[in-house]
């Protein structure tokens, strides 16, 4: 029988070993282990910029979605200018920006959107001049767009080069 004690006196198991407890924790962490794990999924999510008037229908689409405004600024050392753009579209001096950001406005009031629900996110470089970034600013609120937030800053060159 398991677990009998032999008292013939031989000391092949001299103290009794319950195991049953160990193998209810084993089985418990196999069960943990197993509800926790997460396969790799072989296939993801494809990007794709499909054309929005056709299709199978052919019906339009009823909510569109705009991408927010974002005016990335960068300072060109060789020609101690700052280049801007606005989403993709670059835009070359101030008349270039404020048309962009016009063309911008133009698309989110279309969606319904009021003026001042229209995000603006300016993304500005460290060694932009703050002149510039104020000169951008009064722009956005010249197009009558309030709420401009700022990204968060860029990562200090001297830590991105250490960190390597």
């Given at each position: 029988m398991a677990g009998a004690s032999m008292s013939d006196g031989s000391d092949e198991n001299p103290i009794p070993l319950n195991v049953t407890p160990l193998v209810d924790i084993i089985f418990c962490l196999c069960l943990f282990f197993l509800c926790s794990f997460h396969f790799k999924q072989l296939e993801g999510k494809m990007d794709s910029w499909l054309p929005k008037d056709?299709?199978?229908?052919?019906?339009?689409?009823?909510?569109?979605?705009?991408?927010?405004?974002?005016?990335?600024?960068?300072?060109d050392s060789s020609s101690n200018t700052v280049t801007r753009k606005v989403n993709q579209s670059e835009a070359a001096n101030d008349s270039d920006l404020q048309a962009l950001l016009a063309q911008r406005r133009t698309n989110f009031e279309t969606a319904g959107k009021a003026k001042n629900e229209i995000p603006v996110s300016i993304d500005a470089a460290p060694d932009v001049p703050?002149?510039?970034?104020?000169?951008a600013m009064n722009i956005c609120k010249r197009e009558g767009l309030e709420k401009i937030e700022f990204a968060a800053p860029w990562p200090d060159a001297a830590a991105a080069t250490a960190g390597s």
């Open positions: 056709k299709g199978i229908h052919g019906t339009p689409v009823q909510h569109v979605e705009l991408e927010d405004i974002k005016i990335w600024m960068k300072w703050w002149k510039d970034i104020i000169k």
